[in-house]
């Protein structure tokens, strides 16, 4: 799973809404301000309260169980007898904004192309001091993980020049989460607990470097110049161990990472990182 989600994070994919209760915990959200009804624009509603898994990135609906009652309220948009449907519920954060009670209006009034949409706001203060009370959520994310890692692992004091930087929300988690894991393996292995700082720069020394070093002698980071080397860190990291469960064999990171480059020379038009990877694990097949 933590895999699918890295690969999915790499590949910018957003197939589904944000989930408030996950944003709220990782953001430390409290203590939300009600600002009225005002209204909205459609396109700054990101997630979703509880029902985020029951609709896609586009609030269209994931189950077809939602049907009939997306279809009562579409029939209340479109009489021009009806008296409407009461303002939804939101919760906003930067400037995006979360649906608290109305997430099939909100999907029928996409489908219907309209802009805006009547709400009833709550705002959250903002969370990432120094930064625009407007930033976007993935900034806001970006940056919040950003800090929580720096703090937790030191490394701008151990590594001053790691140069440790994601595009996409996630990435910061995926790596705390390895280097807890690489504690637990050297401790295991030493036979007695192995101190955080320890696994911190044994982790940076002898696993993200040789990585970074493998994808730059591959020269697959000139293939995708949005991105920074540590995305594809947790890319490679995570495809590295879906290859050798896939296949049960040995894959080198250098190997895989000289390989995908390699392969780009052929026909094949490559024009998303979705499809390189669909590709490329063809390609092994």
Not at 101 to 126: C, F, K, M, T
Not at 127 to 138: E, N, R
Not at 185 to 195: F, N, Y
Request: charged share 25%; net charge negative.
């Amino acid at each position: 799973m933590r895999q699918a989600q890295a690969l999915h994070s790499l590949e910018g994919c957003h197939e589904e809404l944000l989930d408030f209760t996950d944003v709220s915990q990782r953001l430390n959200l409290m203590h939300a301000i009600y600002r009225g009804l005002q209204d909205v624009p459609l396109d700054h509603i990101v997630g979703s309260v509880g029902r985020y898994l029951d609709f896609t990135s586009a609030f269209l609906p994931s189950d077809n169980s939602l049907r009939e009652r997306w279809e009562r309220i579409a029939a209340l948009y479109l009489d021009p007898g009806s008296t409407g449907v009461p303002p939804i519920e939101l919760y906003k954060v930067g400037n995006a904004y979360f649906v608290k009670d109305g997430n099939h209006r909100v999907s029928v009034a996409r489908q219907l192309e309209l802009e805006d949409i009547e709400a009833y706001v709550w705002e959250y203060p903002p969370p990432v001091a120094g930064l625009d009370p407007d930033t976007d959520i993935d900034t806001l994310l970006l940056e919040v993980g950003r800090r929580q890692f720096l703090e937790q692992t030191g490394l701008d004091r151990l590594r001053p020049n790691h140069g440790i930087r994601f595009t996409e929300p996630g990435g910061y988690q995926a790596v705390l989460r390895e280097i807890d894991d690489y504690q637990l393996a050297l401790s295991q292995i030493d036979g007695v607990e192995v101190s955080y700082e320890r696994a911190v720069l044994d982790w940076y020394d002898l696993l993200y470097e040789t990585t970074i070093q493998a994808l730059d002698e591959s020269g697959v980071m000139q293939l995708f110049p949005e991105r920074t080397i540590a995305d594809f860190y947790v890319w490679v990291r995570a495809y590295h161990a879906q290859l050798q469960e896939r296949y049960q064999r040995r894959v080198t990171l250098h190997d895989a990472a000289r390989d995908f480059r390699r392969r780009q020379h052929v026909a094949l038009p490559v024009r998303t990182l979705r499809g390189v990877i669909r590709w490329f694990v063809q390609q092994l097949a």
